[in-house]
């Protein structure tokens, strides 16, 4: 296959050059869906390209700026979002079928408004795993989305739909939710920046919930500054969403200048370092060696906590789509509906004794943060598995590679950590990611830390285009 290229600018860059009126915002957009065309029929990242009201919203705002008016910080960039996040008359898909059929949403999601209205430009939304429940973004109705480093393996989900196309270049920043990794695990595979920040701290209103008690939304970007810029945009208090944080804003950008500077951060061992390929390691190893870090800590009770948010997910989720389960169970992906049916069938005592279990780990959690500010751990077991797998091999033993993907992830998902996936690259290897994580509402530490690792070199996200097997 011929390797087609997509755009190396980020986000700030081509607001810089919109604001300045160097470039207008109808150019960028133009070409953002010229990418778009040439390259997404070989990664199938977006589910819906909305390009006369990308072209219109563009113009909108080089009129603003020929008035001499402020469009916002992100004046002309162009974004995408999973195609969970309501768009104005647009039909939010969540990767199903069943939802295919509802009326389009009468109103922008909270978090794309935002965006929005920092002069942000939308072009369109993306592919997902059903309701967001995988991890591989194989869906059954709208396709498999590629992973731009190796067409014949997964992009990671169930944001695989925006990390693959950040990765590939179509756009410089797209929009994603993490129930148990979904924001990291395909960032790790795709080989960018993947934020999910504190929950609560990004209103989720507008958004088509998974597990409720569990669910973030984050934006995915190829440097530090764009995640950053992103994040001060997005997150705030909104009654609309009831889980939503009444903490004041706290800007992170300026933040980033510090570096790791004055930060306690450590190396998560134990279950962390010993349940994955020998290779997912050495990514944190060499992060630990260039930020001058020796400290070891052990996160306890991991497996525990791991099966306590399987729990909490597999029951909130079947419960959000019962009367569909019962009704419609063929209109599902089959693996989904597996998975639905599991979650029904738990018992009610199961669902109750996780969440006591939640409450007492994240207090053993919270105890952990008082004696550093950072922990790195690997982002996932192994690099992207290839499309139809379906097992991986986890030190000498066979498991299924769907469930197994999140074995990192999901310990750290349902206390509601703020944690990034920072890439990390080996000539000729497929990416990995290593987890940046630190105290509820401590945003700015993992952004200072992932920011040191990408002015070492440590950490970086080139353009991938669609090319043939790397691995």
């Known amino acids: 296959m011929t390797a087609l290229n997509g755009s190396r600018e980020d986000a700030l860059t081509i607001a810089a050059e919109v604001r300045s009126r160097r470039r207008s915002a109808k150019e960028i957009t133009t070409a953002a869906l010229a990418r778009v065309g040439a390259l997404d029929p070989a990664l199938n990242c977006f589910t819906t390209v909305l390009s006369e009201s990308a072209l219109a919203r563009a113009q909108e705002i080089d009129e603003k700026l020929s008035a001499g008016s402020d469009p916002g910080p992100l004046a002309g960039v162009p974004f995408g979002v999973k195609d969970l996040f309501n768009i104005a008359g647009v039909t939010t898909l969540a990767g199903s079928k069943i939802q295919a059929e509802k009326p389009p949403a009468v109103r922008d999601a909270a978090a794309v408004a935002k965006l929005k209205n920092a002069g942000a430009v939308l072009i369109g939304a993306l592919n997902m795993d059903e309701y967001a429940y995988g991890f591989t973004t194989e869906n059954t109705h709208y396709g498999v989305t590629r992973n731009p480093h190796d067409l014949e393996c997964v992009a990671g989900g169930s944001s695989g739909g925006p990390a693959a196309a950040v990765a590939s270049g179509m756009l410089p920043l797209t929009l994603g939710s993490d129930t148990n990794g979904s924001i990291r695990v395909p960032a790790a595979f795709c080989g960018i920046f993947g934020f999910k920040p504190t929950f609560g701290r990004i209103s989720r209103a507008g958004a088509f919930l998974f597990a409720e008690s569990l669910d973030h939304v984050g934006p995915f970007a190829r440097t530090v500054t764009d995640l950053a810029a992103a994040y001060d945009v997005l997150h705030g208090p909104d009654p609309d969403d009831p889980a939503s944080s009444d903490r004041p804003r706290s800007l992170c950008a300026p933040e980033l200048k510090k570096g790791a500077s004055g930060l306690r951060i450590a190396v998560a061992d134990g279950y962390f370092a010993d349940t994955g390929l020998p290779e997912v390691f050495e990514p944190v190893t060499r992060a630990a060696k260039a930020l001058g870090v020796q400290r070891t800590i052990t996160i306890p009770d991991a497996q525990v906590a791991r099966s306590a948010a399987y729990i909490i997910t597999a029951c909130e989720g079947a419960n959000r789509h019962l009367p569909d389960l019962r009704t419609r169970p063929f209109d599902f992906d089959p693996v989904t509906i597996q998975r639905f049916f599991a979650g029904a069938l738990l018992p009610s005592a199961w669902y109750v004794q996780a969440q006591r279990f939640r409450r007492v780990y994240r207090e053993k959690l919270l105890r952990l943060f008082e004696e550093v500010d950072v922990i790195l751990a690997p982002a996932t077991p192994c690099p992207a598995i290839r499309i139809g797998q379906p097992t991986i091999s986890l030190n000498g033993v066979e498991l299924p590679s769907r469930p197994n993907i999140g074995i990192f992830t999901q310990p750290l998902s349902f206390i509601g950590l703020p944690i990034i996936s920072v890439p990390v690259f080996k000539p000729g290897r497929l990416p990995l ?39």
């Open 433 to 471: 990611g290593i987890q940046v994580i630190a105290a509820p509402y401590n945003e700015a530490a993992v952004l200072r830390v992932a920011a040191q690792l990408e002015a070492m070199g440590v950490a970086e996200a080139p353009v991938a285009a669609p090319t043939e097997s790397v691995a």
